[in-house]
């Protein structure tokens, strides 16, 4: 998802060609740096669903609710 603001940059990498080649076609890219761009991408969009689980899980925390167990399951 290049942006606006993006640009193309030469980088040279040693990777496993064994990992390139698995992550390609689970990927289904056509390219080796088509490969690596989806692969940043969701290591991008992993990291913010990760962040914002947690900022979510915090202002539950902070909100004081109380959980009651109606079905006794809890309380053992």
Not at 36 to 41: M, Q, S
Request: glycine letters at 2%; a positive charge.
């Amino acid at each position: 998802m290049p942006t606006a603001k993006s640009r193309t940059i030469h980088k040279h990498f040693r990777l496993d060609s064994g990992k390139l080649k698995r992550a390609q076609k689970v990927l289904d890219a056509r390219t080796e740096t088509e490969t690596v761009e989806r692969a940043l991408d969701l290591a991008i969009s992993e990291h913010e669903r990760n962040r914002l689980a947690v900022e979510a899980n915090q202002k539950f925390l902070r909100s004081s609710v109380v959980i009651r167990d109606v079905f006794g399951t809890l309380e053992k």
